[in-house]
């Protein structure tokens, strides 16, 4: 970080920073693995932990004001921010794993050979904020950011450009002197970074495994699916939709603050939530048709005894 301070009120600063993480492991057993699902987790999950180097950089800058407008003294701060994270990863997994539920025999993996995968975002935010003293108990803060995101796996039929306008504003009203009793209130809207885990769908480099139902020994059932979240032979197993919105959380805050004495301070509030566009895996190659419904029984709670 390097700063400069031009007077008690305004200044600015630079920053940047880059992290580097190496993952090996031991080599897998050229043998089946034997995973118990209640006490190892779910094979997808441990298939996700690759090998590989995973680099992230950022550079940005900030720089606040203090100036004088419409006989209000204002809080001004603005920054500008730009990042890249990319991996290079390669799935450390034997061919074939075999999962027990409890000790009893269920299910066969079958993966296609690992093969090195790379994915990649870039990021670039700026913001604007101001705080205006309205008067002597009553404050504003506004602000509004910009936040786009780029991401794409190489060789992905499809990438992910995500650009989101982010509105922030708070009040604090201080209603008294004794105890400073002040009334807070205000909504934000943030957004979901983008991981490279989401672009493993639709990479064809990221694991693909068919699913047989399995009795015990080498005696292999069915075929019950193929699971991702790689793009398969052919790259249509999976792919992300081109329409991907962003998730996004709109929050709001009321409250009521005091300080009985100079160390204590309490506060009870009140938030709200929303969230919309959570990401989802669908399964669109399968019609309702191809579904039947089986009803199981379920007795519930024993509220009564």
């Known amino acids: 970080t390097w700063g400069h301070r031009a007077s ?4 600015w600063r630079v920053f940047g920073g880059v992290t580097t993480q190496t993952r090996s492991a031991a080599a897998p057993s050229p043998g089946p693995a ?10 997808p999950t441990l298939v996700d932990a690759a090998d590989g180097t995973r680099r992230r950089w950022t550079v940005g800058l900030r720089s606040n004001a203090s100036p004088s407008a419409l006989g209000r003294t204002h809080g001004v701060e603005a920054g500008l921010d730009t990042g890249r994270a990319s991996a290079r990863v390669t799935p450390a997994y034997p061919g074939s794993m075999l999962e027990l539920v409890d000790g009893i025999p269920a299910r066969a993996w079958q993966y296609s050979p690992p093969r090195e995968a ?7 935010a700026g913001f604007v904020s101001d705080r205006i003293d309205l008067s002597r108990r009553l404050t504003l803060n506004a602000a509004l950011r910009f936040d786009g995101v780029t991401g794409a796996a190489r060789g992905a039929a499809q990438d992910v450009a995500w650009r989101t306008w982010l509105p922030r504003a708070a009040m604090r009203w201080s209603i008294t002197d004794t105890w400073r009793i002040a009334m807070i209130s ?22 693909v495994a068919d699913v047989y139902r399995w009795r015990g020994g080498g005696n292999l059932g069915p075929l019950v ?13 999976t792919t992300i939709d081109a ?6 959380t709109g929050e709001f805050d009321i409250g009521v603050e005091a300080s009985p004495i100079r160390s204590m301070r309490l506060r009870f509030a009140h938030t709200l939530k929303r ?24 007795p519930g709670g024993n509220f009564q005894d």
């Open 8 to 11: 008690p009120g305004a200044g």
């Open 275 to 298: 969230e919309s566009h959570a990401l989802a895996v669908i399964n669109v190659g399968a019609p309702r048709s191809s579904y039947a419904v089986t009803g199981i029984p379920d």
């Open 118 to 124: 790379r994915r990649s975002a870039t990021t670039l």
């Open 34 to 43: 034997t995973i118990e699902r209640l006490n190892d987790g779910s094979i």
């Open 243 to 248: 329409r991907l919105e962003r998730p996004t």
């Open 186 to 207: 205000g909504y934000e809207r943030t957004a979901n970074a983008l991981t490279l885990g989401t672009l493993a769908y639709g990479d064809p480099a990221a694991p």
């Open 225 to 237: 699916t193929r699971v991702g979240p790689g793009a398969g032979s052919g790259g249509i197993l």
